[in-house]
């Protein structure tokens, strides 16, 4: 569930994006609506107001999600700073990326691998398994970052598209394969029973 509270605000931008350009007066100002400006600005805005609800919720955010807001605030902000769609455009490949890096860190750094971190208290896995499965959330962002970075910079019509229905289902798909995957591997408790995801 925590994945899909993630695409709330791409959700949003891409809705704001695919407006015909309007002005729209609120509270005696004057907005303009539609287009990858004010796009960009609903994302800056709904991205703060849905992780500054989970902090205010929870009194943290995991760092993933601090990871993509500060990437959506960075990115999102160039992009109205200079009024230039590239900035905005790196921040899918990049944010990837760091995550990507951040897996793979985890190999060298740390008692175990990052996914076991995630959820080692929902399931139990021999240590090799969970290394194959950190490896495939490596490759996962890997190929995320430079499907992101290729459609972005070759197919302009359509990135927006492929930002928000593209990476989407790239994450249901392997979030999907995961389960089957650890389907085949989960492990009894120390108790007897099943751990379940």
């Known amino acids: 569930m925590k994945q899909f509270i993630d695409f709330i605000p791409l959700i949003l931008f891409f809705i704001v994006f695919k407006l015909d350009p309007r002005d729209v007066e609120l509270a005696g100002q004057v907005f303009s609506i539609g287009g990858i400006f004010s796009a960009t600005a609903v994302l800056i805005i709904s991205s703060v107001v849905v992780y500054g609800t989970l902090f205010a919720m929870h009194r943290r955010l995991e760092k993933g999600q601090w990871l993509t807001l500060v990437g959506c605030l960075f990115f999102g902000g160039l992009t109205l700073a200079f009024h230039s769609e590239t900035f905005l455009k790196w921040k899918a490949p990049v944010v990837n990326w760091l995550f990507a890096l951040a897996f793979a860190g985890s190999h060298f750094i740390g008692q175990q691998p990052l996914i076991k971190r995630v959820m080692g208290h929902a399931i139990?896995?021999?240590?090799?398994?969970?290394?194959?499965?950190?490896?495939?959330?490596?490759?996962?962002?890997?190929?995320?970052?430079?499907?992101?970075?290729?459609?972005?910079?070759?197919?302009?019509?359509?990135?927006?598209?492929?930002?928000?229905?593209?990476?989407?289902?790239?994450?249901?798909?392997?979030?999907?394969?995961?389960?089957?995957?650890?389907?085949?591997?989960?492990?009894?408790?120390?108790?007897?029973?099943?751990?379940?995801?």
């Open 124 to 197: 139990n896995l021999p240590d090799r398994i969970w290394t194959q499965l950190n490896i495939a959330w490596v490759i996962f962002f890997m190929f995320a970052g430079a499907a992101n970075l290729f459609v972005a910079f070759t197919f302009h019509e359509i990135w927006v598209d492929f930002k928000v229905f593209g990476s989407l289902t790239m994450t249901v798909l392997f979030l999907i394969g995961q389960g089957v995957f650890l389907s085949r591997h989960m492990q009894d408790t120390p108790d007897g029973s099943n751990k379940e995801l």
